[in-house]
């Protein structure tokens, strides 16, 4: 009896470990799910603008699709997008942080050099958490965590871990994100047009580089930006599903055993 209970138990070690095996990490941050099944993620944050936020709802809808949404302490606070927002939680979306006043934690060139303090770190995280639960937003369990600007290294996981919030990033690779940039960076701008051609490209020749993946699109950009990304929504899901991919929240596919 204690053989079978012993060999039932390490099944099940194995198993578990195995799941997580298939999923990646990058300096203490999930960045993939589970890397042999064709689901995927769509993440969307925000810090200054918001101006999609009611384009992204209704698409979203249409296509009977479930996201995640991060946002900064100061976006949660903004009157203007309180409505839309109540709508997402209504809809079932995820909602998480993305920082209270969107910090850069680390220096861009030196990633190991920190810009903040634990302790400066701690109050703009909670004062984020703050802002949700003042709007009526639980934070959603399992506790995840955007970090601002993608942006972070080993020391802000594990301040975050002991916090009870787990980073989470979007995939490497994946060029969504590239949507925040404008003409006026030059080289670094990436059309709406091209972001769209890259996918297309990708899911064509090797559409398993989206398997788990957390696909990252900005809910607002710098007006700079005339063709915005998130009115290409549609097309993105519809691409997607195309290949047999099936949306899921950031809970769904970084948890699933």
Not at 3 to 23: E, G, P, Y
Not at 135 to 140: D, I, T
Not at 165 to 177: E, M
Request: hydrophobic residues 40%.
């Amino acid at each position: 009896m204690r053989l079978l209970l012993f060999a039932f138990l390490m099944f099940i070690s194995v198993s578990v470990r195995s799941q997580q095996d298939k999923q990646i990490m990058v300096k203490g941050a999930l960045v993939r799910g589970d890397s042999t099944r064709k689901n995927v993620a769509l993440v969307f944050t925000a810090d200054e603008w918001g101006e999609g936020l009611a384009v992204i709802r209704k698409t979203l809808k249409l296509q009977n699709a479930k996201a995640s949404f991060f946002f900064t302490g100061r976006f949660y606070r903004n009157k203007s997008f309180q409505k839309e927002i109540s709508k997402l939680a209504g809809d079932g979306h995820y909602l998480g942080p993305h920082s209270d006043q969107h910090l850069l934690y680390c220096d861009w060139k030196r990633r190991d050099s920190l810009l903040v303090s634990r302790d400066s770190f701690l109050v703009d995280i909670s004062q984020n958490l703050a802002a949700m639960a003042a709007n009526g937003l639980p934070v959603q369990s399992p506790h995840f965590f955007i970090p601002p600007y993608e942006w972070w290294n080993d020391s802000i996981a594990a301040w975050s871990k002991k916090q009870g919030l787990t980073l989470i990033n979007f995939t490497p690779g994946i060029r969504t994100n590239a949507d925040y940039s404008f003409p006026e960076m030059g080289a670094a701008y990436k059309s709406s047009d091209w972001i769209l051609l890259w996918m297309k490209e990708t899911l064509a020749i090797n559409s398993t580089q989206f398997n788990g993946a957390i696909v990252l699109i900005h809910a607002g950009t710098d007006p700079r930006r005339k063709d915005k990304f998130y009115r290409q929504l549609k097309t993105v899901i519809h691409l997607l599903n195309e290949k047999g991919f099936e949306f899921k929240t950031v809970s769904a596919l970084l948890m699933s055993q």
